[in-house]
C-alpha cells in the first residue's frame, strides 16, 4: 500500500484560468499605484522646493514615456477603483428588513457616486 | 402515438452508436506507483451527464473504476471531481456541452487521492469540526419547544446554510495547498452562516478557530469558490464578512481588553 | 491558538482600498496628464496655484491620509502577491520589506507635506 497520492496544485495556477487571472491583474494594480504614490511624493517635495524645481520637474513629465508610465498608472487606478467599488457589497451587504439590497444599488451608493464627488471636487477645485 | 414512439426509440438507437472518449484518471494505492490516464469509449447521449458515462464504465467497462456518488441531482455533494481541469458537480455536467471532444475527469485537486477518482475529506472534515458548525447555546435546553425567528433573521444566513459539503469550492482555492491552516471556504461559510443566526450564541468559541493565525487571514479574495459553487452559497463573501467580523473583534480586544466578554 | 494580526493590516488595506479607489484616478489624472499640458500656457496652473492649493491645511490632512492608507494598501498586497508567487517560505521577510517601506513612504509624506 502506498497509501494516498498528493498531486501539487499548479505552479501558475494565477495564468490558467480567466478567474484568476482577472484577480492577478486586480492584485497587480497595486504595483502601479504604489508607484505613483511616490511619484507623488516626489511631485509634492518639488513643489516645496520652489518654482525652479517644481516647473522643472513638470518639463520632464511631458516626455512621452513619463505620460505613458501615467496613462497605464491610470489604467491600473480605474481597475482598482472599478473592482473595488464592485466588491464592496460582498464584503459589506446591506440589507433592508428580509431583503438584501441589490449589489449594483449598494456599489453605486457606497462607491461610485462618492468617487464621482470626490472626483469632480479634485478637478473642479483645482481646475475652475 | 406508437409511430412517434418507435421513432424516438430508433432516434435513441442512432444516438447511441455516437461515442465519446472520456480521459479517466486512475491511482490504484496497492498498485500503482503513480496516476494513469486511462481512456474509455463511452456511448453519447444528449441527456446523459459525466456521472453517467462513469456509471457506464463501471457496469459495461471497467468494474475496477472507483468514484462517491450517491443523490445524481445536486444534493448530496459527493459526485464533485475535476472535468477538464474545473471543479464541477459530475451530476450536474452534460456529455453535450464537450462532445465530440473528449472529457477529461479527475478527482478534485487541493485533496489527497485515495483510489482513482476518490478522494480523503480527512482534512476538510477537521476543518469543519473546528469552527462548530452548530447551534451554541449557553443554556443547555431549549426553553420551550424550539427557537422562534422571524423571516429576515432567518434571511441573515439563509444563502450560507445551502452549503453542500461538495468542497468544490476547496479545489478551485489556489490558496489552499499552500497555507495548511486556512480553514478554507465551506468551513468559513458555515461558521458566518452560524455566527449570522439569531439562535446561535457560539461567536466567540468559534473566533477562537476564526482568529488564529491563518484561519481566515490565507484568503486573498480571488474569488473562484464562489463562482464555482453549485448552489450560490458565495463562500468568497462569507469570507470578507467573516474578516470585517473579526478585525472590529480584533480592535475590541486591543482597545478594551478589559471588557472580554 | 495564537490570536492573528492580520487583521490589523487587513483594516488598513481595506481602509486604503477606499482611499485609493475615490482619490487615486483624479490625482493621476490631475498631477501626471493635466497640470504638465497646462502649466506656463493660457490657463495658468503654474505653481503659485499649485502651491496654493496644495498648503490649504484641509489638503494637506486629506493628502496624507491618502498617501498614508493607499501605501499600506499597496504594501499589503504586494506582499500578497509575492506569497501567492511562491515566496510563502520567506512571508516574514515579505510582511517586514513591505509595511516598513509603507511606513517610510508614511514618514516621507510627514515631512514633506509638512515642510511645503
Not at chain 1, 520632464?60 to 514615456?65: E, V
Not at chain 2, 459495461?60 to 441531482?73: E, V, Y
Not at chain 2, 465530440?100 to 483510489?115: A, D, K, M
Request: hydrophobic fraction near 45%.
Amino acid at each position: 500500500m502506498r497509501g494516498p497520492l498528493r498531486r501539487p496544485f499548479p505552479r501558475d495556477w494565477f495564468v490558467r484560468k480567466a478567474g484568476y487571472r482577472r484577480f492577478m491583474v486586480r492584485e497587480l494594480t497595486s504595483v502601479f499605484v504604489g508607484g505613483y504614490i511616490v511619484f507623488l511624493l516626489v511631485w509634492l517635495h518639488q513643489l516645496g522646493q520652489g518654482p525652479q524645481q517644481y516647473y522643472a520637474l513638470v518639463e520632464a513629465m511631458r516626455h512621452p514615456l513619463a505620460v505613458m508610465l501615467h496613462v497605464l498608472a491610470l489604467l491600473a487606478a480605474l481597475y482598482h477603483s472599478i473592482t473595488w467599488f464592485n466588491l464592496t457589497p460582498i464584503v459589506m451587504p446591506l440589507r433592508i428588513g428580509e431583503d438584501r439590497l441589490p449589489n449594483a444599488v449598494v456599489a453605486i451608493a457606497m462607491g461610485y457616486l462618492p468617487w464621482v464627488a470626490v472626483s469632480g471636487a479634485i478637478l473642479w477645485g483645482v481646475l475652475r | 402515438m406508437d409511430d412517434l414512439l418507435r421513432l424516438r426509440g430508433n432516434l435513441d438507437d442512432t444516438m447511441a452508436k455516437r461515442m465519446i472518449t472520456l480521459e479517466v484518471f486512475r491511482y490504484r494505492p496497492d498498485g500503482d506507483d503513480e496516476a494513469t490516464i486511462q481512456d474509455y469509449r463511452v456511448p453519447y447521449h444528449e441527456h446523459w451527464v459525466v456521472l453517467d458515462a462513469l456509471n457506464w464504465i463501471k457496469d459495461h467497462a471497467d468494474g475496477t473504476l472507483s468514484f462517491r456518488w450517491s443523490c445524481r441531482m445536486g444534493v448530496c455533494g459527493s459526485c464533485g471531481m475535476m472535468v477538464n481541469g474545473e471543479p464541477k458537480l459530475t451530476c450536474a455536467v452534460f456529455l453535450k456541452d464537450y462532445y465530440p471532444s473528449p472529457i477529461r475527469v479527475e478527482p478534485l485537486i487541493n485533496f489527497p487521492v485515495e483510489r482513482d477518482l476518490v478522494i480523503s475529506m480527512d482534512d476538510f472534515l477537521a476543518k469543519l469540526q473546528a469552527v462548530k458548525p452548530w447551534l451554541i447555546r449557553d443554556e443547555e435546553e431549549p426553553p420551550e419547544g424550539e427557537y422562534l425567528q422571524t423571516p429576515s433573521q432567518l434571511a441573515q444566513y439563509q444563502q450560507f446554510s445551502m452549503c453542500i459539503n461538495c468542497m468544490l469550492c476547496y479545489a478551485a482555492c489556489p490558496e489552499i495547498e499552500g497555507i495548511p491552516d486556512f480553514l478554507g471556504p465551506a468551513a468559513i461559510a458555515l461558521a458566518h452562516r452560524y455566527n449570522l443566526d439569531s439562535r446561535d450564541q457560539g461567536q466567540s468559541q468559534r473566533q477562537e478557530a476564526l482568529g488564529s493565525e491563518e484561519a481566515l487571514w490565507g484568503c486573498t479574495f480571488v474569488g473562484e469558490c464562489t463562482a464555482v459553487c453549485p448552489k450560490n452559497v458565495d463562500p468568497a463573501g462569507a469570507i470578507q464578512q467573516a474578516k470585517v467580523a473579526s478585525t472590529k473583534d480584533w480592535y475590541r480586544n486591543v482597545l478594551l481588553p478589559w471588557g472580554k466578554r | 491558538m495564537k490570536r492573528s494580526n492580520e487583521a490589523f493590516w487587513w483594516s488598513l488595506f481595506s481602509a486604503g482600498g477606499i482611499m485609493a479607489a475615490l482619490f487615486i484616478p483624479a490625482f493621476i489624472v490631475l498631477t501626471g496628464l493635466v497640470l504638465p499640458f497646462t502649466t506656463g500656457g493660457d490657463a495658468d496652473l503654474g505653481y503659485e496655484r499649485a502651491h496654493q492649493v496644495v498648503t490649504w491645511w484641509p489638503v494637506r490632512i486629506v493628502l496624507f491620509v491618502v498617501v498614508f492608507l493607499s501605501l499600506f494598501h499597496c504594501a499589503h498586497r504586494i506582499r500578497h502577491i509575492l506569497m501567492d508567487l511562491g515566496l510563502r517560505a520567506v512571508s516574514t521577510v515579505l510582511a517586514a520589506l513591505c509595511y516598513s517601506g509603507a511606513a517610510a513612504g508614511t514618514v516621507a509624506a510627514l515631512f514633506v507635506l509638512g515642510t511645503l
